[in-house]
């Protein structure tokens, strides 16, 4: 069935530091890829999306590039800030409509 | 711009109690679901509900019911609350159609069985 594996947290970095956290799949068909980020004691908000091989989702500093031969979504910045601690889920949505989520990886930036 | 409201925010029940997890869209959305989320084990999947009047079945269903009468509301039922079931669970909304259509979720209930 289909599933997301992401990378185990908890990651601490320093502030500016640049961030990785890797997510792959595994999808029956084409899904369409999402990264969503929880702030401490909210709901779940999306971050960026991609619907097609190749695609480059981005949004506020975070990218992440569909990579359909290596079923993968990593998520990456740059240069990250004390505000951008929170979790992070990546998830896909099915050609049968389901969301299926990651575990979540939690980062914490320090200044 | 309410989007999903959940309430209650935080809740304490002894075991045996019985409650109900409030959630309302106001962006006519179709497609409803509950997941709870668990440290190390991300969400899961209680109930979802494609329309008013059809609900269904997902990864976790047991001890929980759902109705979906309006389009607008879907609440969550606990029967007869158990330790197992101390979690936070969110109500997440989207539309039907498109593959790029995103999920949009409440703020979550934060439920402590004791």
């Known amino acids: 069935g289909d599933s997301v594996t992401q990378m185990e947290g908890p990651v601490t970095l320093s502030e500016e530091a640049f961030l990785t956290i890797n997510c792959t799949y595994t999808?029956?068909?084409?899904?369409?890829l999402f990264w969503y980020v929880q702030y401490p004691g909210e709901g779940l908000q999306l971050l960026l999306k991609?619907?097609?091989?190749?695609d480059k989702g981005s949004n506020k500093g975070f990218e992440a590039t569909y990579r359909k031969e290596t079923t993968s979504f990593h998520l990456e910045k740059g240069s990250v800030q004390v505000s951008d601690s929170a979790v992070y889920f990546c998830a896909l949505r099915g050609p049968g409509n389901q969301f299926y989520f990651g575990t979540g990886t939690s980062l914490t930036v320090i200044p | 711009n309410a989007g999903v409201t959940q309430t209650p925010k935080f809740q304490v029940l002894k075991t045996g109690q019985s409650m109900t997890l409030q959630c309302a869209q106001d962006?006519?959305?179709?497609?409803m679901s509950w997941y709870r989320q668990d440290p190390g084990m991300g969400l899961r999947l209680i109930h979802y509900?494609?329309?008013?009047?059809?609900?269904d079945q997902g990864e976790v269903p047991n001890g929980y019911n759902v109705s979906r009468s309006t389009t607008e509301d879907f609440p969550l039922r606990l029967l007869s609350a158990a330790p197992s079931q101390t979690s936070v669970y969110f109500c997440?909304?989207?539309?039907?159609?498109?593959?790029?259509?995103?999920?949009?979720f409440g703020q979550g209930t934060r439920l402590t069985v004791v």
């Open positions: 962006m006519n959305h179709e497609y």
């Open positions: 991609a619907t097609k091989a190749d």
């Open positions: 997440a909304s989207r539309t039907t159609g498109g593959r790029n259509t995103e999920a949009f």
């Open positions: 509900s494609v329309g008013a009047g059809i609900t």
């Open positions: 999808a029956t068909g084409y899904p369409s």
